[in-house]
T-cell receptor, first 115, second 116 residues
């Protein structure tokens, strides 16, 4: 079974600063996908960024980037130039390639961006 | 594209009654839909995986006779909470994946269920 661990229940960052959210996972699979989802107060799940395990290059989406360390089974999210709208719960998630497309979620990190 | 809707967004029902929640993929066909339950400040817990035209697969510990799931078409899945009790009060979220192509799950906006 796959597990996803987010060890930071809460974090805060000053507006315009940079913050990194941690995620580790455990799996015996070699081919998989990793995701970061954002859940703002509206509770709508929003995909922030995704990474295919076979790709060595770290994914980036504007102010969001990941540090994917496959050997260490680590998948951290870096948010640059933090904005007030980034305040949300962030979930790290895992999906086995070619599977029933089920997601395994971490417990989440509540990020608050301070003005 | 890839919009998923849920209806209703909020429902209050009395203990002992049943309530149905709909999940629709508006602009794509979804072979597989997922139902999650989320308690306040907690993660999403997968309840069941629903495939069009076949019986849903329930996660361990989820009562399939209490949470009835039907996926009758490629754009609609329903979750019926039967004989609801206050402990069933929660936030229910559905997601859907495309019939072909992207592996991504697209999430609905969720339904808040309150059982009084």
């Amino acid at each position: 079974a796959q597990t996803v661990t987010q060890s930071q229940p809460e974090m805060s960052v000053q507006e315009a600063e940079t913050v990194t959210l941690s995620c580790t996972y455990d799996t015996s699979e070699n081919n998989y996908y990793l995701f970061w989802y954002k859940q703002p107060p509206s509770r709508q799940m929003i995909l922030v960024i995704r990474q295919e395990a076979y790709k060595q290059q770290n994914a980036t989406e504007n102010r969001f980037s990941v540090n994917f360390q496959k050997a260490a089974k680590s998948f951290s999210l870096k948010i640059s130039d933090s904005q007030l709208g980034d305040t949300a719960m962030y979930f790290c998630a895992f999906m086995i390639y070619g599977s029933a497309r089920q997601l395994t979620f971490g417990s989440g990190t509540q990020l608050t961006v301070l003005p | 594209g890839a919009v998923v809707s849920q209806h209703p967004s909020w429902v209050i029902c009395k203990s002992g009654t049943s309530v149905k929640i709909e999940c629709r993929s508006l602009d794509f066909q979804a072979t597989t839909m997922f139902w999650y339950r989320q308690f306040p400040k907690q993660s999403l817990m997968l309840m069941a995986t629903s495939n069009e035209g076949s019986k849903a697969t329930y996660e361990q510990g989820v009562e399939k006779d209490k949470f009835l799931i039907n996926h009758a078409s490629l754009t609609l899945s329903t979750l019926t909470v039967t004989s609801a009790h206050p402990e069933d009060s929660s936030f229910y979220i559905c997601s859907a994946t495309r019939t072909s192509g992207s592996y991504e799950q697209y999430f609905g906006p969720g339904t808040r269920l309150t059982v009084t």
